[in-house]
Nanobody, 122 residues
Framework: QVQLVESGGGLVQPGGSLRLSCAAS????????MGWYRQTPGKQRELVAV???????NYADSVKGRFTISRDNAKNTVYLQMNSLKPEDTAVYYC????????????????WGQGTQVTVSS
């Protein structure tokens, strides 16, 4: 099976930076898209940023210009560089791998990481 392991969360002051990493491991043939979502208590999980295997990216309007998503296809790893953090960025951040194939002929599946807490506070 496939596992996603996130790292890099923590506590940071407003205006600070954090870098999240998510490594996918297991029997992986291909991953179409990798991305980051976030969730706060009582709210639905929302897209933060996503990147395809070809490098196309999409960002939530609230993070454009502050967050940058990148990906190392050889390592099946996705990164989220978060700059100019605001208190409203506080959330649990989840890594997602979409359309993952373990062989060329198997049906694709989606996977989620366990989540990492990001807290922006003075």
């Amino acid at each position: 099976q496939v596992q996603l392991v996130e790292s890099g969360g923590g506590l940071v002051q407003p205006g600070g930076s954090l870098r999240l990493s998510c490594a996918a491991s297991g029997s992986i043939f291909s991953i179409y898209a990798m991305g980051w979502y976030r969730q706060t208590p009582g709210k639905q999980r929302e897209l933060v940023a996503v990147i395809t295997s070809g490098g196309s990216t999409n960002y939530a309007d609230s993070v454009k210009g502050r967050f940058t998503i990148s990906r190392d296809n050889a390592k099946n790893t996705v990164y989220l560089q978060m700059n100019s953090l605001k208190p409203e960025d506080t959330a649990v951040y989840y890594c997602n791998a979409a359309n993952v194939r373990t062989t060329w002929y198997t049906k694709s599946s989606d996977y989620w990481g366990q989540g990492t807490q990001v807290t922006v506070s003075s």
